[in-house]
């Protein structure tokens, strides 16, 4: 069955560094989104990503936020500067269609030190 | 707005115990409503969905019955079993919006 796959599996980093987080959706699907859950909390949305440009995103992603489909089968997350607080897991998902089943990937962590 | 309320944990069985976990949501419209599961150290995997009101989900023994005159979507098991120690997050996934709406999670632990 396909999956939703992530690299890297824990990302370590200084803070003020940069720090790009990989997925790679299922591959005939075109919804893409990402989420974190901050440790033993509730997973909070991110951004939603359609035709190559945000469709939505929460009041947590400023700035500091990127996201991008540099290719065919790649979709990234930038955090330009590093903070303590953003500290996570960090989940990629993707879907067929913007009303069907998000499909989570295994989660990013990521250690800001 | 849309969001998801369910019960605080954590939940302690013990083996072979019947499982409630409850749920219930505020939307507009008419969302699809999911029970994902996070087993330590893991991601989240899809547990059961359902898209419509009075449709059960099920899986791995697990239920769950849209109850759309209470916006309820309590998850349930028969009879637990020590693998089924995890996270249990309630959610929603609302018609036209793009981003699923999870609740708190609720820790189950199940002992032998």
């Known amino acids: 069955e396909p999956e939703v796959t992530q690299t890297p599996s824990h990302q370590v980093t200084q803070m003020g560094q940069e720090v790009i987080l990989r997925c790679v959706p299922i591959s005939n699907h075109l919804y893409f989104y990402w989420y974190r859950q901050i440790l033993g909390q509730k997973v909070e949305f991110l951004v939603s990503?359609?035709?190559?440009?945000?469709?939505?995103k929460s009041e947590i992603f400023d700035d500091q936020f990127s996201v991008e489909r540099p290719d065919g089968s790649n979709f990234t997350l930038k955090i330009r500067s590093t903070k303590l607080e953003d500290s996570a897991m960090y989940f990629c998902?993707?879907?067929?269609?913007?009303?069907?089943?998000?499909?989570f990937g295994p989660g990013t962590r990521l250690t800001v030190l | 707005g849309n969001s998801v309320t369910q019960m605080e944990g954590p939940v302690t069985l013990s083996e072979e115990a019947f499982l409630t976990i409850n749920c219930t949501y505020t939307a507009t419209g008419y969302p699809s409503l999911f029970w994902y599961v996070q087993y330590p150290g893991e991601g989240l995997q899809l547990l059961l969905k359902a898209t419509k009101a009075d449709d059960k989900g099920s899986n791995k023994g697990f239920e769950a019955t849209y109850r759309k005159e209470t916006t309820s979507f309590h998850l349930e098991k028969g009879s637990v079993q020590v693998s089924d120690s995890a996270v249990y997050f309630c959610?929603?996934?609302?018609?036209?919006?793009?981003?699923?709406?999870f609740g708190a999670g609720t820790r189950l632990f199940v002992k032998a």
């Open positions: 959610a929603l996934h609302n018609t036209g919006g793009f981003k699923t709406i």
């Open positions: 998902a993707s879907s067929p269609n913007g009303r069907d089943t998000q499909y």
């Open positions: 990503f359609y035709n190559n440009e945000i469709s939505e």
